[in-house]
């Protein structure tokens, strides 16, 4: 199975820092290998920017942060799907820890709807699930991690079953330098593999991600595991050198 490597920029990168990024990144990471997909989710203004941007190799998707559920209409602020499927993004994250802790996204909560629309346009979708530090010292993680699955997951129609990926991360290791140790991520990622026996719509073989505090240092030993097909990574994409040390990981 191919290898992920998404870098999610959230509301960071100056026109500035961007150059230097990819300055960097070219220099460790100038060519790609079939069996690794790259992406980058910078803020969505910045998606076209970054689609002509002189020094952005071929093989890097960009994707967006977040999508609406509606095509269009009066909802100031968001992404509409068909837009960023017109100006050539690739994919969307759909439900990040930060839009359900910040900007009130539950699985219940119109997530599935964004996912269906996101998957009717056309976009590639990285569903992002995880469980807070409370859940799991309660031992909740894996009935948190079944209803943020199947709530949101139950009723999608997907034609072209490789448009679907997730991405556990566990809340309490996004930004903070912990990391969930490989054991922990694999354990989390056989149980949503699990999950998905209860989906018929969707394809079981659907890549799973890891993404908290994922650097050039832990990446080996987590993609090492057999249910984890990649990386969603936060800090450690903002500069095109650690960004790139994740890529060639992947390609191993
Ligand atoms: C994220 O926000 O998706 C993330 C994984 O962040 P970090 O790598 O900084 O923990």
Redesign the pocket.
């Known amino acids: 199975m191919k290898n992920y490597i998404v870098g999610?920029w959230?509301m960071n990168q100056s026109l500035e820092e961007i150059n230097a990024f990819f300055t960097s990144f070219n220099e460790i990471f100038p060519n790609t290998s079939d069996n690794v997909f790259v992406g980058v989710s910078p803020q969505s203004f910045h998606i076209p920017l970054l689609m002509s941007h002189p020094k952005k190799p071929e093989f890097i998707n960009i994707g967006a942060q977040n999508c609406s559920q509606h095509k269009s209409g009066a909802f100031t602020g968001e992404n509409s799907p068909n837009a960023l499927k017109e100006i050539g993004t690739v994919f969307t994250l759909i439900g990040?820890?930060?839009r359900r802790q910040f900007f009130g996204e539950t699985s219940n909560l119109a997530l599935g709807e964004k996912i269906q629309s996101a998957l009717d346009e056309g976009l590639q979708v990285i569903y992002?699930i995880g469980e807070s530090l409370q859940e799991r010292k309660q031992n909740l993680t894996q009935s948190v991690l079944k209803e943020q699955t199947i709530t949101a997951l139950k009723n999608i129609k997907i034609e072209n079953q490789d448009q679907l990926l997730i991405?556990y991360?566990p809340v309490w290791?996004?930004?903070?330098g912990e990391t969930a140790t490989p054991e922990q991520a694999e354990e989390a990622h056989q149980w949503i593999r699990g999950f998905l026996n209860e989906l018929p719509n969707i394809n079981q073989e659907t890549p799973l991600l890891y993404?908290?505090?994922?650097k050039p240092e832990n990446v080996d030993a987590l993609l090492a595991k057999e249910n984890i097909n990649g990386a969603?990574?936060?800090?450690?994409?903002l500069k095109g050198d650690s960004f790139g040390k994740l890529c060639l990981a992947a390609t191993k």
Do not use: F
């Open positions: 999610n959230k990040h820890s930060e992002c991405a991360e290791a996004i930004g903070t993404g908290g505090s994922v969603l990574v936060g800090g450690a994409s």
